[in-house]
């Protein structure tokens, strides 16, 4: 039986041009800067300006922005001062590809190197994490143990989200729409580059990922990995690649040779 071919989900993009960010905020006492951009986001057309700009293949003019979200050009150029103020937005000028043309180039905006958290009391899991990351790293056993309970773990979701959803057998297009749906909340910000191939445009495990590629990664492909297994994707697989810029496995087509 063919597979049947699925309209494209949010997640699918012609262009895929990868962003990574990063700034944690250890708690309500923090630099009030930090706090303002939680804070810019109670704004329901911000945040929404936001999502958007944080999943397009470039750089977005105000045009764009405010096309996104249903608001005029000038209220769109408000919100986006107010985001590039508290330091969620990145401001710069550009021509369109292809254009030359007299007068000044067009404002755009890109997201921030930054990853705000919050934590209420304050908690820092980061230093518990980066102590057991240590440790994994000095001890063989221990890093097959991490790999296993990834698995494990990875394995558990995918059951979970295959006994939610019942979706019966499922072919690699189908597979990787439910994939995107549930790592979107993960944190991933997966991306539909192929319809049998899928960039996750976030690393969740950084800077631990910066400082251990070799273990966290391989932790990373084995958690994803055991997720589409317990989802019943026996057609896709998550592979190490490693593309610039991104999270370091992507979930593609299960070879069959």
Same mark, same amino acid.
């Given at each position: ?137 000095? %001890? *063989?056993? =221990? #890093?097959?143990?991490?790999? +296993?309970?990834?698995? /494990? !773990?990875?394995?558990? $979701?995918?059951? %979970? *989200?295959? =006994? #939610?959803?019942?979706?019966? +057998?499922?072919?690699? /297009? !189908?597979?990787?729409? $439910? ?5 979107? #909340? ?7 580059? /192929? ?63």
């Amino acid at each position: 039986m063919e597979e049947r071919q699925e309209s494209q989900p949010d997640c699918y993009l012609r262009v895929f041009q990868p962003t990574t960010v990063r700034v944690t905020v250890d708690g309500v006492n923090s630099d009030p800067r930090v706090l303002s951009a939680i804070a810019v986001l109670a704004d329901d057309l911000r945040r929404r300006m936001y999502e958007f700009i944080r999943r397009a293949d470039g750089p977005v003019t105000r045009d764009e922005a405010a096309a996104a979200v249903g608001i005029s050009r000038k209220l769109a150029a408000f919100h986006l001062d107010k985001l590039v103020d508290a330091g969620l937005l990145e401001a710069g000028f550009a021509r369109p590809a292809g254009l030359r043309r007299a007068g000044r180039a067009s404002k755009v905006y890109a997201p921030a190197d930054v990853d705000v958290q919050v934590s209420i009391p304050p908690r820092d899991h980061a230093v518990l994490a980066d102590i057991l990351v240590g440790a994994v790293t000095a %001890a *063989e056993d =221990a #890093r097959r143990a991490a790999l +296993r309970v990834a698995d /494990e !773990r990875g394995h558990e $979701l995918g059951s %979970a *989200e295959r =006994a #939610r959803l019942r979706p019966g +057998r499922i072919g690699t /297009e !189908r597979a990787l729409t $439910l994939a995107c749906e549930t790592l979107e #909340r993960y944190g991933f910000e997966p991306a539909r580059a /192929e319809p049998t191939r899928v960039f996750l445009r976030n690393c969740p495990f950084q800077p631990l990922a910066a400082r251990a590629p070799d273990l966290v990664c391989a932790v990373n492909q084995a958690f994803l990995a055991g997720f589409l297994r317990g989802l019943g994707a026996s057609t896709a697989t998550a592979a190490l690649t490693r593309p610039p810029g991104a999270c370091c496995v992507e979930l593609l087509a299960a070879s069959t040779g």
